[in-house]
Nanobody, 119 residues
Framework: QVQLVESGGGLVQPGGSLRLSCAAS????????MGWYRQPPGKQRELVAS???????NYADSVKGRFTISRDNGKNTVSLQMNSLEPEDTAVYYC?????????????WGQGTQVTVSA
């Protein structure tokens, strides 16, 4: 019901910045929350940041103060502004959308975009 398209990944030097964007289409009226997960090399997927339709945010401790998640409900997009990037931030980043309905809920995932932080 929901399709996600990610953009914005790439190669950046330590201390640099990148901005990831994710556009949702389909049953967008049922989206309750959007967020970003990442999977570093050789590690499991982990939550980076999430934001509800009302604007409440949640961040992983490792990115607090450096990353900012935002959303535009009218455009059905979620963005992740990543500042002061560190090599430890290198990972494949995935957009996530949670659809909540009266009797069911579903999660949708983007295709993933590579973020590499290296000198």
């Amino acid at each position: 019901q929901v399709q996600l398209v990610e953009s914005g990944g790439g190669l950046v030097q330590p201390g640099g910045s990148l901005r990831l964007s994710c556009a949702a289409s389909g049953s967008v009226n049922s989206i309750a929350a959007m967020g970003w997960y990442r999977q570093p090399p050789g590690k499991q997927r982990e939550l980076v940041a999430s934001i509800t339709r009302g604007g409440n945010t949640n961040y992983a401790d490792s990115v607090k103060g450096r990353f900012t998640i935002s959303r535009d409900n009218g455009k059905n997009t979620v963005s992740l502004q990543m500042n002061s990037l560190e090599p430890e931030d290198t990972a494949v980043y995935y957009c996530n959308v949670k659809v909540v309905q009266v009797l069911s809920n579903t999660e949708y995932w983007g295709q993933g975009t590579q973020v590499t932080v290296s000198a």
